[in-house]
């Protein structure tokens, strides 16, 4: 059997017999098809049907008709083909046919006098049964061609749940995968109407409450979902009936994420993060985001990070004029640089290798290209990496911010959208407290006052996105394969994942509707208790867990939120006319000057104080209490 996790599937299209003996057998049934003709016309009678020059006549016509097949490559059976593409190229080979029979019988009679071909009764009977014999034939070549050639594997019961539209597709995957198809033994799809129906065979039921039945009336060994349509509840639903069978299902998703119209599909086994989340397709472009991103030009930095990227990959497809990438990673440019290219839209790409605190060189780009558009996507995201190196964080997260603001005022940008997290809300690090700083410094550009067209600046602030900033996602996972004891603040603890696709449908969505000055974020609607978290961890577990699992919490607690997305004593939600996607109202006005805040930190980063750094932040952030034992001991002591 092949091997499940991480196979790419690609879409070869290969002959499954030689057409040779495909050509052969049609000779044989459209020869069958003419002699039955000449039976019908002359009523079985023998002795009229032997004057008729039957043999000939049925040999030519076949002959003409497997010409036909050949010409259209009809004798190539594609292993991709199913049947309705079959029974339509069937039917372009009859047409061909009859053009060609019809073109052979006018030469035949009024230019040789001769009569070699039966009579237009005798054709078209001929060719109405060649209709049903050579659909026949292709069905049972297809299922005896699939059954001699998979039986030395173990026998395995398949189990199919999608969406009408997606059955096919995944049929043709699971074959192409190496899986006979006479392994898939039933389907299952809520959108499908007409109860009792089946495909090519196996049964298709439409109710989810079914499942746990006919997973034991066939006997399913292996589960396989399609994610095309699927809803995340619907998601979770399949996996947790699958899980409470005992079966750890595979999901079939498009393995080529750039192209949203390639029909590649990776076969791969169900993990945590697939539990979690939906990916967000990608859309073309609609008739307003056309009209808002097109003949733009747009800087992104940080592009060669996951969120940068996948911010790439869905503009590219909003038909901007330019889109300038910066990275700092050589590598990470030249890989983005090379999938958008491989794409082949209009768009003009241009790369650039720098760091953008280095004010100069960034300068030069918005000299260069005047960007419209700017999102800034380069901040730092593992607090603990970055408490160890706070001064770097600060550099990343708040200098380069107002370098890059001041810029976009400097050249007229259109739009400048800084991409902050939710560890900007009440923070406990100072990398949470420099994206608080960088969000409020973005505010305050906004609100200068001005007597001409000036910038509109703005913040989207993300909650946990899975391969970005999901730590407590790694650090659970890290547990459960160690079989480490797991705390837990209390059992209602919540936790919400995003993925880095719908975190960029909203950072685009947001910066078509913003005016200025306001902070979005993404409202939660599937969120998962942490135990339940655990427990899914463990069922779609890859590795063996050698220990037994304890999870220790306390009821007496009152249960939390965990990483809100914003701050109830001093931020109000606002809803927005886009679903799930809100704006934060500030509830207070700062009382100090940023920018002679901004300078005072920039003399701070000089003496490289770290105790004085988480002073200064405290006093700029109120709600900036440190984890940092040393630093709140320090200043308790002083």
């Known amino acids: 059997m092949p091997t499940l996790p991480n196979l790419t599937v690609t879409k070869p299209s290969h002959s499954l017999l030689p057409g040779w003996m495909v050509l052969a057998l049609d000779f044989l049934v459209f020869f069958h098809a003419s002699i039955l003709s000449y039976f019908a016309i002359s009523d079985f009678n023998f002795s009229l049907l032997a004057s008729s020059g039957f043999l000939a006549g049925g040999i030519l016509f076949a002959t003409i008709a497997t010409f036909s097949c050949y010409l259209l490559k009809n004798h190539l059976l594609s292993a991709d083909d199913n049947l309705v593409q079959e029974v339509l190229s069937i039917l372009r080979t009859l047409i061909v046919s009859t053009v060609m029979i019809a073109i052979f019988s006018f030469v035949d009679r009024l230019i040789f006098g001769l009569s070699l071909l039966p009579g237009s009764r005798v054709i078209s009977i001929g060719l109405g049964v060649s209709l049903f014999g050579l659909t026949f034939t292709r069905m049972a070549l297809r299922q005896g061609v699939d059954y001699l ?39 299952v ?35 396989f979902i399609s994610e095309e349509g699927l809803s995340l509840e619907e998601k979770r639903t399949y996996i947790n009936a699958c899980l409470q069978n005992g079966i750890h299902p595979s999901l079939l998703t498009p393995s080529n994420e750039w192209d949203i119209n390639e029909g590649e599909y990776v076969l791969k086994k169900a993990v945590i993060e697939d539990y979690l989340t939906q990916e967000a397709p990608v ?28 911010l790439c990959r869905q503009l590219i497809y909003q038909n901007p004029a330019h889109i300038i990438i910066i990275d700092r990673s050589e590598a990470a440019i030249a890989d983005l640089s090379f999938r958008i290219k491989q794409l082949k839209l209009k768009s003009h790409v241009t790369t650039a290798v720098i760091d953008i605190r280095n004010k ?17 996507a380069a901040l730092f995201h593992d607090p603990a990496m970055m408490e160890v190196y706070a001064e770097e964080a600060v550099r990343a997260n708040v ?35 420099s994206k608080k700083l960088a969000e409020m410094y973005v505010k305050y550009k906004n609100d200068l006052p001005s007597f001409a067209p000036k910038t509109q600046f703005m913040t989207v602030r993300h909650g946990e996105v899975l391969g970005v900033n999901d730590q407590s996602l790694q650090k659970i996972k890290s547990e459960v394969r160690n079989g480490d004891t797991i705390n837990i603040h209390h ?41 339940e978290l655990v427990k899914k961890t463990v069922q779609l577990n890859e590795g063996k867990i050698s220990t037994e699992l304890k999870v220790h919490y306390n009821k007496h607690l009152q249960p939390k939120e965990a990483f809100p997305l914003f701050d109830e ?45 988480h002073k200064f ?11 940092n034992n040393f630093v709140e001991l320090s200043n308790r002591l002083n």
Do not use: W
């Open 149 to 187: 050639s998979q039986t030395h594997q173990v026998q395995k019961n398949i189990l199919i749940i999608a969406h009408n539209a997606s059955q096919a597709m995944s049929r043709r995957v699971l074959k192409n995968a190496g899986f006979p198809l006479h392994f898939i033994q039933a389907y």
């Open 189 to 223: 799809s809520e959108n499908f109407t007409e109860s009792g129906r089946k495909i090519l065979g196996p049964p298709i039921y439409e109710n989810l409450d079914e499942l746990h039945k006919v997973i034991a009336r066939h006997k399913i060994t292996e589960v």
């Open 283 to 310: 859309e073309k472009a609609t008739s307003s985001k056309k009209h808002f991103f097109s003949n733009k030009t747009v800087m992104i930095t940080a592009a060669g990070s996951k969120l940068g990227s996948e």
């Open 360 to 376: 100069g060189r960034v300068r030069a780009l918005f000299e260069a290209h005047r960007p419209e558009l700017v999102y800034h």
């Open 399 to 433: 200098l380069t911010t107002k370098n890059l603001s001041e810029l976009a005022l400097e050249y007229d940008v259109e739009k400048f959208i800084l991409i902050s997290s939710h560890q900007a809300v009440n923070p406990t690090e100072i990398i949470g407290a």
């Open 491 to 531: 059992p209602d603890t919540t936790h919400q994942y995003f993925t880095s696709s719908q975190t960029c449908k909203f950072i685009l969505t947001a910066s078509q509707i913003g005016k200025g000055g306001e902070i979005y974020t993404m409202e939660k609607n599937s969120p998962i208790k942490l135990v």
């Open 569 to 613: 004593r001093s931020e109000k939600l606002k809803r927005t006319h886009v679903p799930q996607l809100t704006r934060l109202q500030p509830l207070t006005e700062n009382n100090f000057d940023i920018s002679e805040k901004i300078d005072e930190l920039e003399d701070i980063l000089k003496n490289q104080d770290t105790l004085t750094l």
């Open 617 to 627: 932040f405290k006093s700029v952030i109120p709600a900036f209490v440190s984890d």
